[in-house]
């Protein structure tokens, strides 16, 4: 069983950016759709975005919509996750997987988000 791996995390300042990326297997990267979701301490798991393998087609929940991209990178079995615009509340661990939720699976240890001045 495969698991996915999260990199890219760290301390941001209100309004900064970054960029977490998520190597996956090839099989994975190339028929399955890859999603992100984020939990934070005493928080339920949200979805927060996702991408299909078939035709590149993209979700976002409302919270992150213009501010998060998500893309693929063809050749790195990577999907990254570009996040502008920062908030407190995106504070979180954030998980790549395979799905786009509610349910997910194969999701790696995560990489932790801190958006604080």
């Known amino acids: 069983q495969v698991q996915l791996v999260e990199s890219g995390g760290g301390l941001v300042q209100p309004g900064g950016s970054l960029t977490l990326s998520c190597v996956t297997s090839e099989f994975a990267f190339n028929y399955q759709v890859i999603g992100w979701f984020r939990q934070a301490p005493g928080k339920e798991r949200e979805g927060i975005s996702c991408?299909?393998?078939?035709?590149?087609?993209?979700w976002y929940t409302n919270s992150v919509k213009g501010r998060f991209t998500i893309s693929r990178v063809s050749g790195k079995n990577t999907v990254r996750l570009q996040m502008n615009s920062l908030e407190p509340e995106d504070t979180a661990m954030y998980y790549c997987?395979?799905?786009?939720?509610?349910?997910?699976?194969?999701w790696g240890r995560g990489t932790q988000v801190t958006v604080s001045s």
């Open positions: 991408i299909h393998s078939h035709d590149g087609s993209t």
């Open positions: 997987a395979i799905g786009c939720g509610p349910e997910y699976k194969n």
